[in-house]
């Protein structure tokens, strides 16, 4: 959590920064993030495999494959970020300009966009390290390597981009480059700790195809939802434009506020799942696991839950932080009072799908989220806001509509689904634990 706060607030000063450019700097980093989110996307997927097999082999003391697993989850994540490099720098600007931007926030949003994609696998490598320390139950080491990264990247932000201390006043231009130098420093001092003798988890020559297979075959349904809830990202960015930039530019606001204040402790409480759950299956202790579920979707309750209900009722007093322009302002409050009306059922499906995560289960929480974004996020939302002309509230109520969905199917999932027989399928099938079906004492 304490990671993740900062690495929330990192990307909060970054708003606030391009906030004293203009709103068409905010619509411009909010539009390039949405093609950032792709390397995200399979850098968190590849984690999420990474942090399931680490995990569940931990709680089996199956060092050998879990070494080989971070191993290959590593090396698979650095491939997978070059075309990125590519093209952030030949379609930058223009797939800014896609989605209906104007030609300076095309121009702004492209430049930034080539900046941060430059480093893209070392975001993958970085993401994935992350969480296959946190899969072994060391949580502190990523989170000593990114609180660091993080102060550098928000430190940077403020000096490249106003231009203090003497140095040059790059504006979106310093704010890229800051994010790009603490994505290569992260990666670099993450490896550096896996390889070294200090630290569960080691790097080693790959040799199993069948934990590739695996690591591939719980990634996909993760990077797929990535994926695909970014595609949708994009015409719901484009709905936004069509209500005006402010529009846009508010919802960027809303959805920070509500990320910067909640986000950090949503997303500790979905990785805490994942170790523990995987943790308790390694350990042959399914019961154990579903209640461990359970409990920290309570735990989420009683903080997150209450937080974003303090977050709807002084939405205008925070939003007022990041601009001082009266439209934006109503906006942002709107979209701000969303999330924090959300929040309960946000956290409760965060949480019981890092649950699932843990298991292997990553299907379950794909179908959970995808179909939630097409039927309400996007759906409803422009049902509602066009063709209905209830505008900005009517996208207010298509985004709490969406999280109600989500969690009602992980629900499901996590009550009446097979994640624990298929767990201990996975460890058989690596080695991490015996094959139910094998004798032991058999001369064979």
Not at 173 to 178: D, F, L, P, S
């Amino acid at each position: 959590m304490a990671e993740q706060t900062t690495r929330t607030l990192m990307r909060t000063v970054d708003i606030i920064v391009t906030g004293l450019f203009s709103p068409a700097a905010i619509a411009a980093i909010g539009l390039a993030d949405l093609y950032a989110r792709l390397p995200l996307r399979i850098g968190l997927g590849l984690g999420g495999g990474a942090i399931a097999l680490s995990s569940q082999d931990t709680g089996a003391d199956a060092t050998a494959t879990r070494d080989e697993a971070i191993t290959q989850a590593l090396c698979l994540g650095a491939l997978a970020g070059i075309p990125f490099v590519f093209f952030g720098y030949f379609l930058g600007r223009e797939s800014i300009a896609f989605l209906g931007a104007n030609a300076e926030v095309a121009q702004m949003g492209g430049t930034y966009l080539a900046i941060i994609m430059a480093t893209a696998p070392a975001r993958h490598v970085g993401l994935i390290a992350a969480r296959s320390l946190q899969g072994t139950g060391d949580t502190r080491t990523p989170m000593y390597v990114n609180v660091a990264a993080n102060v550098l990247n928000a430190g940077g932000s403020v000096i490249l981009g106003l231009g203090l201390f003497g140095a040059p006043q790059l504006e979106i231009v310093g704010v890229g480059i800051a994010t790009a130098v603490a994505n290569v420093y992260t990666a670099v001092a993450l490896v550096a700790i896996i390889a070294s003798p200090y630290r569960q988890g080691s790097l080693v020559r790959p040799r199993q195809l069948v934990i590739a297979k695996q690591l591939l075959v719980v990634s996909a349904p993760r990077v797929t939802e990535g994926l695909l809830a970014t595609v949708i990202d994009f015409p719901f960015n484009s709905l936004l434009l069509l209500l005006g930039t402010e529009v846009n530019a508010a919802y960027q606001v809303g959805r920070r506020l509500y990320q910067q204040i909640t986000g950090p402790l949503s997303r500790g409480y979905n990785v805490a799942a994942s170790i523990v759950v995987g943790q308790r299956l390694g350990e042959g202790d399914p019961d154990e696991a579903r209640f461990s579920g359970w409990a920290i979707t309570g735990l989420g309750l009683a903080t997150v839950g209450v937080i974003g209900l303090v977050l709807a009722l002084f939405a205008y007093q925070f939003v007022e932080i990041f601009t001082d322009d009266p439209e934006t302002v109503a906006h942002a409050a709107a979209f701000a009072q969303a999330y924090g009306v959300g929040a309960p059922f946000l956290v409760s499906y965060i949480i019981i799908a890092g649950a699932l995560q843990g298991a292997g289960d990553t299907v379950t929480p794909l179908i959970a989220r995808i179909s939630a974004l097409a039927i309400f996020y996007l759906g409803l939302s422009y049902v509602l806001a066009i063709p209905l002309g209830y505008g900005v509230f009517g996208i207010c109520i298509g985004i709490v509509a969406h999280y109600v969905w989500s969690l009602l199917v992980v629900v499901a999932g996590y009550q009446y689904g097979g994640w624990a027989e298929k767990a201990e399928r996975m460890m058989q099938e690596r080695g991490s634990v015996p094959d139910a079906d094998v004798d032991p004492d058999s001369s064979d």
